[in-house]
C-alpha cells in the first residue's frame, strides 16, 4: 500500500501511466464507471477549497464510488483536538482511501504514518500539491504534446505557491525544460527548491522580475495567486497582490502556441478578457484534474488491493528527537508527541531537513 504526499512519490513511467489512463478515460468513461464500486474515498479539508475537493470527490462518483468527508477544520474532531495521527486512524475505520488538505506542513505525511489506507497529499501549507501537479502535466501533454523540451515560466508567488514547488520538482525528471520564474524578490523560489531540485537536476534557469520581458520566450505560462493567508505581515501582502496582472495587451507579447496555466483560484493576476484567448487553458485545466484523479485513485486502490500493507518509514541515517524543527508551519509544532525526525540532505555543510515539512535545519 502506498501513499502519495510528494509528486517524487511518483516516477516517471507512473506519471506517464497515470496520463495514458487519464486520456483513456476521457475517452472511454463507460469503461471506468463502475471501477471503484464499492469503495469510499474520504475527502478531509482543514482548509478551504473548491477544484481540488469537488474534483475528488466527482472522481470517485465517477468511478462509480462513494464519498465521505468533511470541507472545514471546525466541522471535524480537530476543533476538539483530536491529532492528525488519530484522525487518520480512525478514518481508516470507515474508507478506503483519504484526500487530505491541511494547513500545516506535513499533515499529510503524519496521517499517511498512521493510517491503514492509502492517503493522498491534498495540499499541506505553502509545501507541496501533487495532485495539482498531476492536472498541470496532464494538460501541458493534451495541449502541447509533450513534456520536454520546452520552456516554463512561473510567475507570481513562487515563495508560497506549493502548486509550483510540486509542478517544478515534477518537470526536473523531463529532459530539456527551461525555467523563467518571474516574481518580485521577496516572493522568490524558496532556496531548497532552487539548489535541491533545479540546480541539482541541472535545470536551465532564470529569475526575472518582468513578466512583459518574460512572455515572448515561454512556452507555456504559469499564473500564480499571491497566497494572501500564508503571508505573516498583511501590509508586505497588500504592497505585492497587484504585482502581475496578465492582460490582454500582455498576451500580445506571448507565443501564438503559448499556453497560459493557473492553478485557480484566481484573483485579479489574470484579466477575465484573457479567458477568451485560445491560448488560455486554465479552465481545462481543471477538468483534466478530475481525470488525473481518477487515475490515480484507481492505481492506489489497485495497488492497496494487491499489497495491503503500508511500506515502513525509511529511517536509516536518520536523526531522532535530537533537534525540533523551527518551521512555525510544521505539523510537529502541534501534533502530539510527533518524533522530529531529520534527514542529512547535505553532509559536507551539514544541513538537514525535517522529514515532515522538508524544513532545513544546520546540524
Ligand atoms: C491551489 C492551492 O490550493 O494551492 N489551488 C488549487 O488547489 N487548485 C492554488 C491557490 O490556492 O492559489
Not at 498541470?136 to 520552456?151: K, W
Request: a negative charge.
Amino acid at each position: 500500500m502506498r501513499s502519495i504526499i510528494d509528486i517524487t512519490d511518483l516516477s516517471v513511467s507512473e506519471l506517464d501511466e497515470l496520463i495514458l489512463t487519464a486520456k483513456d478515460i476521457i475517452k472511454n468513461p463507460d469503461k471506468y464507471s463502475e471501477a471503484c464500486k464499492g469503495k469510499k474515498l474520504a475527502t478531509l479539508f482543514f482548509e478551504p477549497s473548491t477544484r481540488t475537493r469537488l474534483s475528488f470527490e466527482a472522481a470517485m462518483l465517477e468511478l462509480g464510488g462513494s464519498v465521505i468527508g468533511f470541507s472545514e477544520a471546525n466541522s471535524s474532531s480537530a476543533a476538539k483536538g483530536e491529532s492528525i495521527a488519530d484522525t487518520a486512524k480512525i478514518i481508516s475505520c470507515y474508507a478506503d482511501i483519504m484526500a487530505m488538505r491541511h494547513p500545516k506542513e506535513g499533515a499529510p505525511a503524519v496521517a499517511a504514518e498512521n493510517a491503514d489506507i492509502p492517503v493522498i497529499n491534498a495540499g499541506d501549507g505553502g509545501h507541496c500539491h501533487p495532485t495539482q501537479t498531476l492536472a498541470d502535466l496532464l494538460t501541458i501533454s493534451a495541449e502541447v504534446g509533450r513534456l520536454d523540451n520546452m520552456t516554463v515560466g512561473f510567475c507570481g508567488d513562487l515563495k508560497y505557491g506549493r502548486t509550483v514547488h510540486s509542478l517544478i520538482a515534477a518537470l526536473a525528471r523531463y529532459k530539456g525544460i527551461k525555467l523563467v520564474l518571474i516574481s518580485p524578490p521577496e516572493l522568490k523560489i524558496p532556496s531548497y527548491i532552487k539548489y535541491e531540485v533545479i540546480e541539482k537536476y541541472g535545470m536551465e534557469y532564470v529569475e526575472s522580475e518582468s513578466l512583459e520581458d518574460s512572455l515572448p520566450t515561454l512556452d507555456v505560462l504559469y499564473m500564480t495567486r499571491i497566497q494572501k493567508e500564508r503571508f505573516a505581515d498583511l501590509f508586505e501582502y497588500e504592497r505585492l497582490k497587484d504585482v502581475y496582472i496578465l492582460t490582454e495587451e500582455k498576451m500580445a507579447l506571448a507565443k501564438p502556441e503559448a499556453i497560459v496555466l493557473h492553478p485557480l483560484p484566481r484573483v485579479n493576476e489574470i484579466s477575465v478578457k484573457v479567458d477568451r484567448d485560445p491560448r488560455a487553458c486554465y479552465f481545462k485545466q481543471a477538468k483534466y484534474g478530475k481525470y488525473m484523479r481518477m487515475a490515480l485513485i484507481l492505481k492506489l486502490l489497485d495497488e492497496a488491493k494487491k499489497n495491503p500493507e503500508r511500506e515502513p518509514m525509511k529511517l536509516d541515517g536518520a536523526i531522532i528527537n535530537k533537534l525540533v524543527c523551527k518551521n512555525q508551519k510544521c505539523i510537529s509544532t502541534c501534533e502530539q508527541e510527533l518524533d522530529q525526525i531529520f534527514k542529512i540532505a547535505d553532509k559536507e555543510n551539514g544541513i538537514c531537513r525535517c522529514i515532515w515539512c522538508e524544513a532545513k535545519q544546520k546540524l
